[in-house]
Structures are given as C-alpha cells and as structure tokens.
C-alpha cells in the first residue's frame, strides 16, 4: 500500500509564504508524475501544480511566479513553496502520486489527505 503524507500547511497572512511537503511511503517501485492539488469550500478541486519524474512542470496560471514546485525523487517527496499569498489561495491541498508498486502491475494514482492552507486578508 502507498501513502501520501501532507505537511506546511497553517494560516498566514496576505503576501506571506509557506512549503508545502508530501513524502510517499509504502510499496513503491516507481513514482511518475506527481503534483499538488487544491480544493477551496464549494469550489472543484483544481490544479495547482504537476511535475514529471524527468522534471517537466506545469503550473495552473493563477500561481505562476509565486508557486514553485520541486521534487527528490531520492525521499520520494515533493515540495510546493508558496510566495506572496493571496486571500484566494485559500484551500486544502492535496498532493497526487503515480505510482507503480510493483514490476508487473499497474500504475494508480494515489492521493495524500490534504493539508489546509488559509490565507488572511
């Protein structure tokens, strides 16, 4: 089994910063893409961020400059840090994984618990 763990989230303030950590653990053979993802109260959870296991990003447009995405495919582990936060990045953040857990079988994607960022104005 895999699991995905959160952490970093908190309150902060307006224009202030956070990291984000998510660690994957458990049966592992290899891990593809991963990524961060958001969900605010009554809103679809989005995408924030994804990047490859060759390390290729991509970023949803309302983060770019201010959210950066990073991985250590050694700690199996991700990072978001996040810059100059706005009231709207408000919402709980889920990290996602691709992961393959054995030599024959298939991929899944596994999702963390999330993690609660809230931003004040």
């Known amino acids: 089994q895999v699991q995905l763990v959160e952490s970093g989230g908190g309150l902060v303030q307006a224009g202030g910063s956070l990291r984000l950590s998510c660690a994957a653990s458990?049966?592992?053979?290899?891990?593809?893409?991963m990524g961060w993802y958001r969900q605010a109260p009554a809103k679809q959870r989005e995408l924030v961020a994804t990047?490859?296991?060759?390390?290729?990003?991509n970023y949803a447009d309302s983060v770019k400059g201010r959210f950066t995405i990073s991985r250590d495919n050694a700690k199996n582990t991700i990072y978001l840090q996040m810059n100059s936060l706005k009231p709207e990045d408000t919402a709980v953040y889920y990290c996602?994984?691709?992961?393959?857990?054995?030599?024959?079988?298939?991929?899944?994607?596994?999702w963390g618990q999330g993690t609660q960022v809230t931003v004040s104005s």
């Open positions: 996602n994984a691709d992961v393959k857990t054995r030599v024959i079988g298939p991929t899944y994607k596994y």
């Open positions: 458990g049966s592992i053979f290899r891990i593809d893409d």
């Open positions: 990047i490859t296991n060759g390390g290729t990003i």
